[in-house]
Nanobody, 126 residues
Framework: QIQLMESGGGSVQAGGSLRVSCKAS????????VGWFRQAPGKEREGVAA????????FYANSVKDRFTISQDNAENTVYLQMNSLKPEDTAVYYC???????????????????WGQGTQVTVSS
C-alpha cells in the first residue's frame, strides 16, 4: 500500500506560478511511478506529468509541456509539480497517483495507477 498526500494548491492569476507537492508513505522499498493528474469540472481526468522515482526521464502531456516541471526529493519521498505560465484552463483539482509499475504507453493514463491522493484545488483567474 502507498499513501499519498497532496499540498500546495491555491489561487493565482493567469501567468503566475504554483507548486504542488505529493508526499508518499507506505511501501516505498523500491522505485515507484508517480503521476500528476487533473480534473476540471465537467471534464474527464487527464494525466499531465509522471516520473519514476530515481528515474531521469519525466513524461508530460502536450498541454503542459514547457510550462510544468515534475521533480522529486527522494529523501523526503516527495514529488513536486512546478506550474509556470498558468492559464485559466489549468484550473482543476490536481491529484497525484502512484503505482509500482506502469508501461510508458499508460504512464499518463489514470487506469495505470493504483493509489491516489485526495486532490488539491488549483484555480487560475484571468
Amino acid at each position: 500500500q502507498i499513501q499519498l498526500m497532496e499540498s500546495g494548491g491555491g489561487s493565482v492569476q493567469a501567468g503566475g506560478s504554483l507548486r504542488v507537492s505529493c508526499k508518499a508513505s507506505g511501501s516505498l522499498n523500491r522505485s515507484i511511478y508517480v503521476g500528476w493528474f487533473r480534473q476540471a469540472p465537467g471534464k474527464e481526468r487527464e494525466g499531465v506529468a509522471a516520473i519514476r522515482t530515481g528515474g531521469t526521464f519525466p513524461f508530460y502531456a502536450n498541454s503542459v509541456k514547457d510550462r510544468f516541471t515534475i521533480s522529486q526529493d527522494n529523501a523526503e519521498n516527495t514529488v513536486y509539480l512546478q506550474m509556470n505560465s498558468l492559464k485559466p484552463e489549468d484550473t482543476a483539482v490536481y491529484y497525484c497517483a502512484a503505482t509500482h509499475w506502469v508501461s510508458t504507453q499508460r504512464i499518463l493514463s489514470e487506469d495505470g495507477y493504483d493509489f491516489w491522493g485526495q486532490g488539491t484545488q488549483v484555480t487560475v483567474s484571468s
